[in-house]
C-alpha cells in the first residue's frame, strides 16, 4: 500500500499520534471532535490511519480520519469489552505470530486471530517461529491442521535464520502488521528481515519474571527492502470483535467448504444430524483441534452478542446482539 503523500499514523498515545509527513516523524494532537459520535471504537484514530492534519508545526493536530480499506480489530480487554479496539488499519497482509516452545504454540490463540483476518477480509500468513525448540513430528502436526485454513503458513527460527528470506519475500512490498502473544518473537522477527530496525527484545528469563512486555505500544516502521511493518505489543487473549455467531463458520475456510455437504444449509456443526464437518471429524479429515476452537469461539460470540441458530437461546433485556 502507497501513502507516499498523505500523511498517515505511525503511533497513537492516549491523546497524541505521530504522524508521517513527507517522510518526517511529527506529534499531532487528536481534535476533540473524533471523540464525539464515538460508539463502537475504544479511540477514534489508529496506526496506518491516513488522516487530514491542520495547523502550524508546533501544533499539528488531526482533523478527520479518511476512510480505510480495512481494519484489524479484537474486543476490548476489561470494563471496555464491548469496545472495539483497532489494532492496524489499512494493511495488505496480518502476520500471526505464534512460537514452539515459549510460548508453546496454541491453536486456540492462532484460530482466534485468524478468524478475525477473514472477518476483517484481510490475508493472514501463520508464522511458526522458534522452530528450533520444536520437535518435528509436532510441526508436521500443525501444519497439516492449517493446510486448508485458508492461511499461509510458514516456519521460522528468527535467531537460527531459518525461514526469513521466506519470510521477506512474503513482506516485501506490503505493508503488514505482526500479531501474537508476547514472547513470540514479533520483534526478533523484524530485526532478523531488516537488522536496521534495531527493534528491542526482552530477555526470556528476564521475562519469565517480571511478565512485562518489551513492546508496550503498536508502532509502523518502514522497511529497507521496501514496504513496512506495525509491531504490536502482546495480548494476554484475543477475542474477535463482531462477528455474527452463524456466521463465524464463514470464517474457517475448511468448514465454508465441507459445509455446504451438510444436510441443513444453515448448519452450526455442533450436533445436528447428518453434519458433513462432524463426518470429516470422525474420518479423520478435519482437524479436532481447529473444530474444538471453532466451538470455544463459537460460544463465546453468542455470549457477547446473542445466540442464533438451532442453539438459539432466549433474549435477555441485556440483549447484545449488534447485526
Ligand atoms: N530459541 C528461539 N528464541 C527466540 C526465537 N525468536 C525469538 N526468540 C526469543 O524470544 C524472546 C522474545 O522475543 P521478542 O522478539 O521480544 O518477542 P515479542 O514479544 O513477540 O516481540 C527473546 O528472548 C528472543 O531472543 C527463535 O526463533 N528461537
Ligand atoms: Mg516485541
Ligand atoms: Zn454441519
Not at 46 to 58: N, Q
Not at 91 to 112: E, H, K, Q, T
Not at 254 to 280: F, I, S, T, W
Request: proline share 5%; glycine share 8%; aromatic share 6%.
Amino acid at each position: 500500500m502507497e501513502f507516499q503523500d498523505s500523511p498517515f499514523v505511525v503511533r497513537v498515545d492516549a491523546r497524541q499520534c505521530e504522524v508521517m509527513v513527507d517522510g518526517e516523524v511529527r506529534k499531532a494532537r487528536m481534535r476533540g471532535r473524533l471523540f464525539e459520535n464515538q460508539c463502537i471504537d475504544k479511540a477514534p484514530v489508529a496506526v496506518g490511519d491516513r488522516v487530514v492534519l491542520s495547523g502550524g508545526a508546533s501544533d499539528l493536530a488531526i482533523d478527520k480520519v479518511l476512510p480505510r480499506s480495512n481494519l484489524f480489530a479484537r474486543r476490548a480487554a476489561g470494563d471496555d469489552a464491548d469496545r472495539r479496539q483497532i489494532l492496524a488499519t489499512n494493511v495488505d497482509l496480518v502476520v500471526v505470530v505464534n512460537s514452539l516452545g515459549m510460548p508453546a504454540f496454541s491453536s486456540i490463540v492462532a484460530d482466534r486471530m485468524l478468524a478475525a483476518c477473514s472477518f476483517a477480509g484481510i490475508p493472514a500468513l501463520l508464522v511458526l517461529n522458534k522452530i528450533d525448540q520444536g520437535k518435528r513430528g509436532k510441526l508436521r502436526k500443525y501444519e497439516a491442521s492449517y493446510a486448508n485454513s485458508g492461511a499461509d503458513v510458514l516456519q521460522t527460527s528468527a535467531t537460527e535464520n531459518i525461514g526469513v528470506e521466506e519470510l521477506v519475500a512474503k513482506l516485501k512490498g506490503k505493508t503488514s502488521v505482526l500479531y501474537g502473544l508476547s514472547g513470540v518473537g514479533k520483534s526478533t522477527l523484524m530485526n532478523a528481515i531488516d537488522p536496521s530496525l534495531n527493534l528491542e527484545v526482552r530477555e526470556a528469563s528476564v521475562s519469565l519474571q517480571s511478565g512485562r512486555h518489551t513492546t508496550t505500544f503498536t508502532r509502523w516502521y518502514p522497511l529497507a527492502m521496501g514496504g513496512a511493518m506495525i509491531d504490536t505489543p502482546g495480548v494476554r487473549k484475543f477475542r474477535p470483535f463482531g462477528i455474527p455467531p452463524h456466521e463465524l463458520r464463514l470464517h474457517y475456510a475448511e468448514m465454508r467448504e465441507l459445509g455446504k455437504e451438510c444436510k441443513y444449509p444453515a448448519c452450526m456443526h455442533r450436533g445436528e444430524p447428518d453434519c458433513a464437518v462432524q463426518k470429516a471429524l470422525d474420518d479423520g479429515d478435519f482437524p479436532p483441534s481447529r473444530l474444538r476452537s471453532y466451538i470455544e469461539i463459537l460460544n463465546e460470540l453468542e455470549e457477547a452478542y446473542g445466540g442464533t441458530g438451532s442453539n438459539e437461546k432466549p433474549s435477555g433485556p441485556d440483549h447484545k446482539a449488534r447485526n
